[in-house]
């Protein structure tokens, strides 16, 4: 009978530092998240978006106008592409933790861990 609690016990605080680095992780996230957009502008420029990630022109002209899924928006009559702050954060930081990790390596978002 003993024995039981005492698993009980271990699994107890298994679960609770399980949750306790989820919490962290995600704080973690969410500060990242909200300094990232206290630096960009609502609405980003080809050039804010190449000063942003760290790109060139080409890399840029890329992702503008070949990338499937990039948050661009080109209003009538406008020729210049506008990127929305908070649809590229959501874009470099998906819910599915494989395309994360591909956009992680892709813009070496491990660098932005200093923001933190």
Excluded: C, Y
Aim: aromatic share 6%.
């Amino acid at each position: 009978m003993r024995m039981q609690f005492e698993l009980a016990k271990n699994d107890r605080e298994m679960l609770q530092e399980f949750i306790q680095t989820a919490i962290k992780t995600e704080v973690r996230e969410a500060m990242r998240q909200m300094q990232l957009e206290s630096q960009m502008p609502e609405v980003m420029t080809r050039r804010d978006l190449m000063n942003f990630l760290g790109i060139n022109a080409n890399r840029a002209s890329e992702l503008l106008n070949h990338r499937e899924g990039f948050p661009v928006s080109r209003e009538i009559g406008e020729s210049t592409p506008r990127i929305h702050r908070d649809q590229l954060i959501e874009w470099l930081f998906p819910k599915d933790e494989q395309k994360r990790e591909e956009r992680a390596q892709e813009f070496d978002i491990a660098k932005w861990d200093r923001i933190s």
